[in-house]
């Protein structure tokens, strides 16, 4: 696959205002944030889609909602709640082609979304 802006911030070629970071996983605030919480996730190993995942991706898919979770809960998020959405392909708004977890919380979420 091709390289994207997300790789572009995991090589810190341009900035972003980074909030968690391990092994594995980065996360950094939405450049468009639809909540008072906003913070994509993203494996530093890339996957475009999730549907090109494959079974030798399950740890770090793992990683990356287990990390997605920890955060939530040490931002207080949890109690109340969250959303964690991945958007897939065009039907599903993708629009960043690196595998990404958007972690939205803070206020009320709305179902069905738009
Ligand atoms: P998606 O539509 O699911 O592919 O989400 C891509 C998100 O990435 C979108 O909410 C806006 C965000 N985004 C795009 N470019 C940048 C960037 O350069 N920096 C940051 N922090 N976020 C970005």
């Known amino acids: 696959m091709g390289d994207t802006i997300f790789g572009k911030i ?24 639809q909540a008072p919480v ?4 993203v494996p530093k190993r890339a ?5 090109a995942a494959t079974t030798s991706d399950s740890e770090l ?11 939530a809960r040490r931002e207080g ?12 392909n ?3 708004g993708q629009t960043v082609f690196h595998l990404h977890v958007h972690l939205l919380g803070g206020r009320q979420m709305h179902w069905p979304p738009g």
Do not use: M, S, W
Request: glycine share 6%; hydrophobic share 45%; aromatic share 8%.
């Open 10 to 33: 995991i090589r810190r070629e341009i900035p972003a205002d980074i909030v968690y970071e391990d092994d594995d996983v980065l996360a950094f605030r939405d450049l468009n944030p």
């Open 38 to 41: 906003h913070v994509l996730f």
């Open 47 to 51: 996957i475009a889609t999730l549907d």
């Open 61 to 71: 898919l793992g990683k990356l909602l287990l990390a997605t979770a920890a955060y």
């Open 77 to 88: 998020l949890a109690e109340q709640g969250y959303r964690t959405v991945i958007n897939c």
């Open 90 to 92: 065009e039907h599903g």
